[in-house]
């Protein structure tokens, strides 16, 4: 298929004088509405992995595109020496539906991990620093995220990386256990592992971690990145396992495309970092936080949990229907509109299907194909990429 001269002029100047750090398909996306995207050859996408769930109540969404534009038309940045009015009302947003505690602002997922690891390491200092973090677990891109994440692929070349680290099994109590020491300060981990396949902690461990952390004076930093904000039909996915943590990062959804980040503790915990010890020169500004409280409006006006609750019933359901239909599917896992297939082949082939048929999906972990439409994906669009999956998988 002939491309157009703006595709050719904009993969041209990426070629030329980006840093070539990422894997790009030879897509030039120029707008977005709602769960579609448009590409410069005006080719539509049915989004179904929308920017690894940052806009997660879809492209521009109207609330968060009037609030900003609202916004910019006053001021966009304000120093954090000073206050800002939208600073403490979407803190005060994210407190009242989590756990009452504090918040610290931040511009993305890897911020707000890194403030929690230096909140923890502060909390146990001198004598307790190291954390307990899981294999196959994702927690950003800095070295100390680096050095949390479980999967050795992303650390290679970085070496030698913050110590302080300790990986164990997911979901394995007794290899947790093993893992405690005099030393261990803290466990952090996703209830979902995204990058790692979509696999979902259990009940019986989330409420093992959250007692072992109580025994031990330990803090339990849970990593809501990409589950945060709806994804799993509760504001926070921790809210469905009848647990709080003492610590939670948030970011991608919060900002429903505009880059925030944030990291809510207990208030136990919240007078740790005084001044001067952490720090965010954009963290709060105004146009960020005019939009992460534009995406908790669209969230409670539009009754988005219980759209996902919905939709997500329906997906699954229909999920469980391919995986009859072909055995090439190992497992459907999933909670709420966030889904992995588990394929035992020729994974990246679908995905590459798909994308030639207007779906975009992602793949991970090799064989996963990860799903994870807008929170108010309709069950017409549900409908609509069916059939592009259908026959992805019957090309396997």
Known sequence: MSTSPLTQEVIGQHNEYVMQNYTRKDVVIVKG?????????????????????????????????????EQAKKILHVPNNYYNELQGQLAMKISLNSFGGRVFFCNSGAEANEGAIKLVRAFGNPDRNEIITMEGSFHGRTLACTAATGQQKYQKGFEPLPPGFTHVPFNDKEALKQAVSDRTVAVMLELIQGEGGVRIATPEYVRYVRELCYERNMLMIVDEVQTGMGRTGKYFAYQNYGIEPDVMTLAKSLGGGVPIGALVMQNKVSGILGPGMHASTFGGNPLACAAGLAVFEAIERERLLANVETMGAYLMERLQDLKKEFPVIREVRGRGLMFGLDLITNAPKAYEFCLSNGLLINCTQGNVLRIM?????????????????REALARC
């Open 33 to 69: 509405r709602g769960s579609w995207v448009w590409d410069a050859n005006k080719k539509m996408y049915l989004d179904f992995f929308p920017g690894w769930a940052v806009s997660g109540i879809g492209h521009c969404h109207p609330r968060v595109v009037k609030a900003i534009s």
């Open 373 to 389: 439409p807008a929170l108010n994906v309709a069950k017409q669009e549900i409908n609509q990429a069916l059939p592009v999956l």
